[in-house]
């Protein structure tokens, strides 16, 4: 059978299915702006087979059919980056892209290749029922591939510079598949890897996840607040979901290997639940961005506001998906979230090492840092795109959104507003069909008790939020209205250049924190003043290129010696052959 269909393959299938399907209605509407310039029949082609492809890697039930389908999902996603490739900088992010899966790639398929020697089968079901065949330094040995070859996929550091790169390039509707589904594929991967071929763990393999999550995530969060292009905002925003994802794994980790199964599924659940919400609501604010984009031809939040007015559906879409990417109640960030932080608190009396506590809460630290940050980034993006007065014509003359674009967006707002109302069903669902599975075990009562408490919390708030609305309503009917003008600091001549700015917006963080993300402002003054303010991404411009001049330093070596002849060519072809051939008859 080259199929699987166990509870984890299950959930994911349902996953790309539950949020593909408003995708794909959204493409249909969302691609007549490309009428004329580019095949629109060709990117609703390869959107299908992308699609497609991830459905391929979700069931697959055989390590070279999960390695094919993997490189058709990473393939068909570089030739949808540079569908605009009359764009240079398209073809230059594909190209970084390609080089990053092809990495990512490679690492799987020495993994696989291990699999294979250890196990003597290719088979997923069979490799899962030979663990103890395992000894602790091949399972080590699987684990960083494993991590190394789904975290560059993922975009987990420092693999990370990708995604700031391809997400803003491809077409909107691409980008929330890559950035909500595409990503889960290799979250899915490293759960089957880790918890279904590998079995048991050392903590310190946990805790280098969890690290590595909360790095991630702090750093991608820092640099979405710097950002004014929206798409490259959401793009860091994305990086640093992946990173709240693997440490709430990386805790799971921690807990199995401390033999604490109910917390080791309680975060499990945490994460794949979150997986799952960050596809919502990830999907929403993409396809926002798009409706943006096609309405006024721009993704600079600085070009924008005002457009509250002028698409009002696609503002109260782009207002749930703000509020459930901010983790605030009664949306789906705001559950997953709360069993994430949950996960790291039950730490405190389940955990009898003092070093590995403290370094779980102060992970746990950081990640409520992070969360505030990707609230301050969310009111950020949606606060000058949608909000106050347009600042460029661009604003002004919009085009009519398709309905189609807008009936995707309210299917996926439905999503976030049920996945936070039933929450408490959707983890206990979770928690039977997936995590107990997987973890070999079945929960008790405490799981049950925090689904409770999110009934609780979103109810109240509901209550709070309806309680307030009938005593301002009851209070503006006894009061007086009166309209003025907003006092404009003495200025007379208000225009909306007086609104504030993204970089203005951001300007406290800056300050505090612009020199750790690579944030530069330079000012130059000729008849009038010239403000240019950037960010760069520090790993990026100073670890990718120290790599790249190694690299091309090496290639000039090797340059040297190749004299353009042909039968030395041929030789060197031969040569690798014979190694290429010797290594694999020694590892089979």
Known sequence: ???????????????????????????????????????????????????????????????????????????????????????????????????????????????????????????????????????????????????????????LLPFHAWIPKAYPAAPSNVSALMSSLMAKMSIYGFIRVCFDFIGDFYSNLGLIVMIVGIITAIYSILNALMQKDIKRLLSYSSAEHVGIIFAAIGLSIIFKSENQHILAIIALSAALFHSLNHTVFKSILFMSVGSVIYSTGTQNMDELGGLQRKMKFATYCAFIGTIAVSSLPPLNGFASEVLIFKSFISALNSITSTELIFLIIGCGILLALTSAGAMYAAVKSFGITYLGEPRTSKAIDTHKIPPSMNSALGITSLYALLLGLFAPLAVNKIANTVSSSILQTTFDVPLIILSNELTIVIFVFLAIVLLTFVLTNITNKRTIKSTNKTWACGFNNVTSKLQYSGDGFSQPLTRVLGNYVGYKKEISIDTTVHVEQK?????????????????????KIIDKVNYGRIQLNILYIFVSLIVTLILVINFI
């Open 1 to 155: 059978m080259f199929l699987l269909t166990d509870n984890l393959s299950i959930f994911f299938a349902f996953l790309i299915c539950f949020t593909a399907i408003p995708v794909w209605i959204y493409s249909i509407g969302f691609v007549k702006q490309y009428s004329g310039e580019y095949s629109i029949k060709y990117i609703l082609a390869m959107t299908l087979l992308f699609i497609l492809s991830m459905l391929g890697v979700a069931l697959a039930n055989n390590s070279i059919v999960f390695l094919v389908f993997w490189e058709l999902m990473s393939t068909l996603s570089f030739f949808l980056v540079i569908y605009e490739y009359k764009k240079s900088t398209n073809i230059t992010s594909g190209i970084m892209y390609f080089i990053m899966t092809h990495i990512s790639g490679l690492f799987l398929m020495v993994m696989f290749a291990c699999l294979y020697k250890y196990t003597g089968s290719f088979e997923f079901s069979e490799i899962s029922q030979k663990t103890n065949l395992l000894t602790s330094s091949q399972q080590t040995l699987l684990f960083f591939l494993a991590l190394f070859g789904f975290g560059a996929k993922a975009g």
């Open 535 to 555: 960010t760069i991404d520090i790993i990026e411009t100073y670890i990718y290129k120290g790599v790249i001049s190694i690299i091309y330093f090496l290639s």
